[in-house]
């Protein structure tokens, strides 16, 4: 699929998102709602959306430290730079963004980093799968969640199975790299070497249980501070729900829903999967609308100052960051 066609399914799919999370609201319950909102819990939702940056940049260093050392690879500054790529430019090019500011450094190559982000988001969809079951057990009258997370926890097994399958086959998957970069091109051969050797050695790297334990105990962390950011905007709006289940529910739904192409910032999808998720809990539209809304805004505001400030650290601009995104278009 070129970048052409992505990019309008992508404006597509915002727009259908829009409809319906505009579709219904009354603008003046927006306001009122944001009047008697409790502003003292916004503090800790903008930490909640900064904690998670930073944990995630301590899960992606032992991805990375799987390949050799990394020095003084700036892994925080490139995770706040990627997620602000992914807010600002289209088609998540934050993701690819990410290794390229690491490469910098001389310590992994573009490739390899690569792979390592591709296994980040393998150990993400295996704990949302864990947090959809839990979700399920919190809010067992919704259907909707017992359908999709029957998906769910469906491709979250077929991940773990492969991934065992991999790990054991890694050196004869590594022998056959060989064999295919042979038949390409000297740099696309080279491409694929580093970026293959590099997923099957940070995957085999998590057969070791001094690996895999912090990976995954950084994984859950991530999901659950997320989760205690929307309980913040719950708490701030006092939403009539009860606060885990939503908490879990929202952290589901809008995953989920940001997950598939949209606009820049997902605009729309996560206010939409706000809306869904408030929803099961008979919550009005217009406050899953202010609750969406106002949890979108304040991570938006604290993912873009901190990606701001990680660029001016590296002494980066943003037209550097649009150059990476648009070099990184065919890998």
């Given at each position: 699929?070129?970048?052409?066609?992505?990019?309008?399914?992508?404006?597509?799919?915002?727009?259908?998102?829009?409809?319906?999370?505009?579709h219904g609201v009354e603008f003046?319950?927006?306001?009122?709602?944001?009047?008697?909102?409790?502003?003292?819990?916004?503090?800790?939702?903008?930490?909640?959306?900064?904690?998670?940056?930073?944990?995630?940049?301590?899960?992606?260093?032992?991805?990375?430290?799987?390949?050799?050392?990394?020095?003084?690879?700036?892994?925080?500054?490139?995770?706040?730079?990627?997620?602000?790529?992914?807010?600002?430019?289209?088609?998540?090019?934050?993701?690819?963004?990410?290794?390229?500011?690491?490469?910098?450094?001389?310590?992994?190559?573009?490739?390899?980093?690569?792979?390592?982000?591709?296994?980040?988001?393998?150990?993400?969809?295996?704990?949302?799968?864990?947090?959809?079951?839990?979700?399920?057990?919190?809010?067992?009258?919704?259907?909707?969640?017992?359908?999709?997370?029957?998906?769910?926890?469906?491709?979250?097994?077929?991940?773990?199975?492969?991934?065992?399958?991999?790990?054991?086959?890694?050196?004869?998957?590594?022998?056959?790299?060989?064999?295919?970069?042979?038949?390409?091109?000297?740099?696309?051969?080279?491409?694929?070497?580093?970026?293959?050797?590099?997923?099957?050695?940070?995957?085999?790297?998590?057969?070791?249980?001094?690996?895999?334990?912090?990976?995954?105990?950084?994984?859950?962390?991530?999901?659950?501070?997320?989760?205690?950011?929307?309980?913040?905007?719950?708490?701030?709006?006092?939403?009539?729900?009860?606060?885990?289940?939503?908490?879990?529910?929202?952290?589901?739904?809008?995953?989920?829903?940001?997950?598939?192409?949209?606009?820049?910032?997902?605009?729309?999808?996560?206010?939409?999967?706000?809306?869904?998720?408030?929803?099961?809990?008979?919550?009005?539209?217009?406050?899953?609308?202010?609750?969406?809304?106002?949890?979108?805004?304040?991570?938006?505001?604290?993912?873009?100052?901190?990606?701001?400030?990680?660029m001016s650290r590296l002494q980066?601009?943003?037209?550097?960051?649009?150059?990476?995104?648009?070099?990184?278009?065919?890998?």
């Amino acid at each position: 699929m070129n970048r052409a066609v992505q990019i309008g399914l992508s404006l597509l799919i915002t727009a259908a998102a829009l409809w319906y999370s505009l579709h219904g609201v009354e603008f003046g319950d927006f306001v009122d709602d944001l009047a008697r909102a409790r502003w003292i819990w916004i503090g800790p939702l903008a930490a909640c959306a900064a904690a998670s940056l930073w944990l995630r940049a301590r899960r992606w260093s032992l991805l990375l430290e799987t390949l050799g050392p990394i020095g003084d690879t700036p892994v925080f500054d490139a995770t706040c730079i990627g997620f602000m790529g992914n807010m600002l430019l289209p088609l998540r090019a934050g993701e690819a963004i990410k290794p390229i500011v690491v490469a910098r450094s001389g310590y992994v190559s573009i490739p390899a980093a690569l792979a390592t982000v591709a296994l980040e988001r393998l150990c993400d969809l295996i704990m949302l799968g864990l947090f959809a079951v839990v979700t399920v057990a919190l809010v067992p009258s919704s259907d909707l969640l017992q359908g999709k997370t029957s998906t769910v926890t469906g491709v979250v097994g077929a991940a773990l199975v492969a991934v065992v399958v991999v790990i054991r086959m890694a050196s004869w998957l590594e022998r056959q790299l060989d064999t295919i970069a042979g038949w390409l091109p000297e740099v696309l051969g080279r491409i694929l070497l580093e970026a293959g050797r590099g997923f099957l050695r940070s995957l085999s790297g998590l057969a070791e249980v001094q690996v895999l334990v912090p990976v995954f105990a950084y994984t859950a962390l991530v999901w659950l501070v997320t989760a205690a950011g929307f309980a913040s905007v719950a708490l701030a709006l006092e939403v009539s729900a009860p606060l885990i289940p939503l908490a879990f529910a929202a952290t589901v739904i809008v995953a989920l829903a940001v997950s598939v192409p949209s606009a820049p910032g997902f605009i729309g999808v996560f206010w939409a999967g706000s809306e869904v998720a408030l929803g099961l809990f008979g919550v009005p539209k217009s406050m899953g609308f202010t609750f969406g809304v106002l949890c979108w805004l304040v991570q938006l505001v604290v993912i873009v100052a901190l990606g701001f400030w990680s660029m001016s650290r590296l002494q980066l601009s943003f037209g550097d960051m649009r150059t990476a995104a648009s070099s990184t278009e065919a890998p």
